[in-house]
């Protein structure tokens, strides 16, 4: 099955800090969600995002779905930001569950 | 609702004996999923629901586990004979159709001793 792969694993930040996280994933998709699941375990979709780009106040996300990538950024980092962020696919090819990746910790420090 | 409500929250029970969960989607919501998520780690897809068929029941761990949905709405997942692998939070998502936007539930976080 398609492989999703998230980095960095974790990451800290002093608050103000900007950061990039990586999506990869190995075949074609019919389409791309970013997560944010905060300390209390509630999961927020982000960012709805098959191809191109889209912005969120702080956040923004590029997918290039030719080159099977995503990037999730975030700016001015808050201590709200930190949790887990975890890249979802769709594979194409009929399948229509999301397959996640791993996550990526962040914890944003003040 | 506003959003998709799943209970209960909180689910503590001995080994053995069967579970009921309950998600309720966003209204108008079309598509229901179910995922589960040990301690630590990434979602694992059980099932989803295109209106009340489920296509594909491949994600499910074992005959132990099955769902159901009625009415376009209410969903539940029960877990015949739980074992203490089945320890783990189970989250609800709704989407208005299949591939669109998935909007997730608190969980329900179930315990078995």
């Known amino acids: 099955g398609i492989q999703v792969e998230q980095s960095p694993p974790d990451l800290i930040l002093q608050e103000g800090a900007n950061s990039t996280l990586r999506c990869n994933f190995s075949?074609?998709?019919?389409?791309l969600q970013w997560f944010h699941q905060n300390p209390w375990g509630q999961l927020i979709n982000l960012f709805y995002?098959?191809?191109g780009t889209k912005q969120n106040g702080r956040l923004s996300a590029t997918t290039v779905a030719t080159e099977r990538y995503s990037l999730l950024y975030i700016s001015s980092s808050q201590t709200t930001d930190s949790g887990v962020y975890f890249c979802?696919?769709?594979?194409?090819?009929?399948?229509?569950?999301?397959?996640f990746g791993k996550g990526m910790k962040l914890t944003v420090n003040p | 609702g506003a959003g998709v409500s799943q209970s209960p929250s909180n689910k503590v029970t001995e080994k053995g004996k069967d579970v009921e969960l309950r998600c309720d989607p966003i209204?108008?919501?079309?598509?229901l999923y179910w995922y589960r998520q040990r301690l630590g780690q990434g979602l694992e897809f059980l099932i989803y629901?295109?209106?009340?068929?489920?296509?594909?029941k491949s994600g499910l761990p074992s005959d132990r586990f099955s769902a159901e949905r009625t009415g376009e709405s209410v969903s539940t997942l029960t877990i015949q004979r739980t074992q203490q692998e089945d320890s783990a939070v189970y989250l609800c998502?709704?989407?208005?159709?299949?591939?669109?936007?998935?909007?997730f539930g608190d969980g329900t976080r179930l315990s078995i001793l």
């Open positions: 629901f295109q209106g009340n068929s489920a296509p594909d």
């Open positions: 075949d074609s998709v019919n389409n």
């Open positions: 998502a709704s989407s208005l159709r299949i591939g669109q936007p998935q909007h």
């Open positions: 995002i098959p191809s």
């Open positions: 209204s108008g919501h079309t598509a």
């Open positions: 979802a696919v769709e594979p194409r090819g009929g399948s229509e569950k999301l397959v």
